[in-house]
C-alpha cells in the first residue's frame, strides 16, 4: 500500500471538494442537506487552507442559491474567521474587488458585527467599482456608528449610481433602528431628497423608509425582488413631502 504525503492527501481532498462544489453548481434543485453536508465538512476539522478555500468559492454566483448559502453560513468559522477575513483585508488592496467586497458583508453580518472592518468601510465607500461601493454602504448601516452617519449623508449626496443612492437612503433606516437618536437627522435627509426626487425607484426607497420610520401606511412593500407601491411615484412622492413636513415642524 502506497503511503501518501500530507501534501499530496491535502491535493487529493480539494480535487474532492472542487468535484463537488461543482456537482452542486450543477444542481438545479439546490438541495439544501447537501450543500450543508458539503459545508459541515469544510467547516469539521478546521485549516487555514480550508478557510481560504471556502472563501475563495464566493468569486463565483454561477448559483445564486448556492452562493448564498455559503456565504451566510461562513461565520461559523468563528474567531478563526473572522481573524483570516481581516487579515485578508489587510494584505488586499483593490486586486480583487469582489473578495473584497465578501469580506466587508460577512465582518459587517449580524453575527460578526465585527468593527475593525469599520476602516476598510470607510476607505471603499468612494471606490471606483460599484458593487464594492454598494457592500460598503450597505454594511455601514449595519455596523456604524453614530459618528458614520455623515459618511452615508455623504453617499447619498455624491453617490453617481442611482442604486447606490437608495442603498444608502435604505441604510440610514437600518443605522436608525440601532440607533434612533438619529431620527431627526435621517429625515432631514429624506425631505431633502424627496424635494428634487424624480426618479420612480428613489422615491418608493424613501416611502418605504420614511414609512417604517414613523410607522406610517402609505401601501409600499418590499421583497426579495424589490419595492412594489400600491400607488405611483407621484402620488408617493406628495404625501411623504406632506409626512415630512408635518413631522419636522413637531
Not at 448559502?69 to 478563526?80: C, E, I, S
Not at 459618511?151 to 449626496?157: A, G, H, P
Request: charged share 30%.
Amino acid at each position: 500500500m502506497i503511503k501518501l504525503s500530507p501534501k499530496v492527501k491535502a491535493a487529493l481532498i480539494k480535487i474532492d471538494f472542487v468535484k463537488r462544489y461543482e456537482e452542486l453548481v450543477s444542481d438545479k434543485t439546490n438541495n439544501f442537506s447537501k450543500i450543508m453536508d458539503f459545508i459541515k465538512e469544510l467547516q469539521t476539522n478546521v485549516t487555514e487552507e480550508k478557510i481560504s478555500f471556502y472563501f475563495n468559492l464566493l468569486k463565483d454566483e454561477r448559483n445564486v442559491r448556492l452562493f448564498l448559502t455559503l456565504r451566510a453560513f461562513f461565520d461559523k468559522y468563528g474567531k478563526q474567521g473572522e481573524s483570516f477575513l481581516l487579515n485578508f483585508l489587510s494584505k488586499n488592496d483593490t486586486a480583487d474587488t469582489k473578495l473584497i467586497s465578501e469580506a466587508i458583508m460577512i465582518l459587517s453580518s449580524h453575527n460578526y458585527q465585527c468593527k475593525a472592518v469599520l476602516p476598510y468601510i470607510y476607505k471603499y465607500l468612494t471606490s471606483a467599482d460599484e458593487e464594492l461601493r454598494y457592500k460598503s454602504i450597505i454594511a455601514l448601516g449595519w455596523i456604524g456608528e453614530k459618528n458614520d452617519f455623515s459618511k452615508l449623508k455623504e453617499s447619498v449626496k455624491n453617490e453617481t449610481s442611482l442604486s447606490n443612492k437608495g442603498y444608502a437612503l435604505s441604510a440610514m433606516r437600518q443605522m436608525f433602528f440601532r440607533l434612533p437618536q438619529l431620527k431627526n437627522n435621517i429625515l432631514d435627509v429624506y425631505r431633502y431628497e424627496i424635494e428634487s426626487a424624480d426618479n420612480d425607484e428613489i422615491i418608493f426607497v424613501i416611502g418605504v423608509c420614511v414609512q417604517d420610520l414613523l410607522g406610517k401606511k402609505l401601501y409600499i412593500t418590499e421583497d426579495e425582488h424589490g419595492i412594489h407601491s400600491k400607488e405611483s411615484a407621484d402620488i408617493v412622492k406628495t404625501k411623504v413631502m406632506k409626512i415630512l413636513s408635518k413631522e419636522i415642524l413637531n
